[in-house]
């Protein structure tokens, strides 16, 4: 069967996939950082996790790139510009500047999350430099892009302040948790997880595409649960935690 046929059953089933984790996410937490638990089999050094679980994201979208139809297309190269601004952060910075002694994580999870990235990549490097009809010379300057564009900028910059504020709450070697304040930490418990969503949405905008919408969806599948769970866990931890204070949407969850 083409791949222009496949691709739409594949996407609607992913998605769906989603669906089944965000229901699933509110009874069993992930169980790596705060939520690590026993009985999740082997477990691998934090940091070399992260950089596995995320480099799938980092080449396979330039492979994807490299072995499709747009190069040198101004509106190929400005999303790929996007998406390997995120994920060559996620990859090769983040992880290095966790904090915490002999930090470690399931294989199980790595190996999910790399999972996850396989397939998201696919969904969205296949569409955007193959599969899709070409975007128009002016989309760049269309406000369909623009608005996306913006969205996923400032959720990237939420994201990375507030993700920067948590890292900051350690000292290197401590591996406790203090309440993190100020900035958007002042309504939410989890504003990087906020940040992100708000980016991933700004994302499905400026790509105006299923493998775009299907990745906001999927975000707010993994993020949200996790959030709840995160934030009753401040709440229980410290008597002091702020009351008005909510998860992960200011002043509505
Ligand atoms: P967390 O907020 O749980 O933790 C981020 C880092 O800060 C960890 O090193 C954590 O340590 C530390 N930390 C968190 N809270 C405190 C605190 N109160 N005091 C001291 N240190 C603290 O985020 P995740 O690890 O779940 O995610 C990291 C990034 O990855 C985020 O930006 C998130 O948006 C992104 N992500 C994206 C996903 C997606 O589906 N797109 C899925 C998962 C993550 P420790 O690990 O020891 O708890």
New binding site residues.
Partial sequence: MHELVTYPILVGGWTALALVVFVTLFFVSAP???HRRDGWGPTID?TTGWVLMELPAVVLMVVYYGTGNRRGDLVALAFLLMWQVHYVH?TLV?PFR???RG?RAPVAVVLMAFLFNLGNTYFNGRWLFALSPLYPADWLTRPVFLLGAGLWLVGFSI?IQA?NA??R??RPGD??????RGGMYRFIS?P??FG?IVE?CGWAIATWSLGGLSFAL??FA??VP?AVA?HRWYRQTFDEYPPTRRAVIPFVL
Avoid: K, Q, S, V
Wanted: hydrophobic letters at 30%.
């Fill in positions: 790596y950082g705060r934090a996620r983040f966790l904090r915490g930090r994201n993700d948590l890292l709450l350690r591996e406790g948790y203090r309440i993190p989890c990087n997880y992100e991933w999927w975000t993994n993020l996790r995160h």
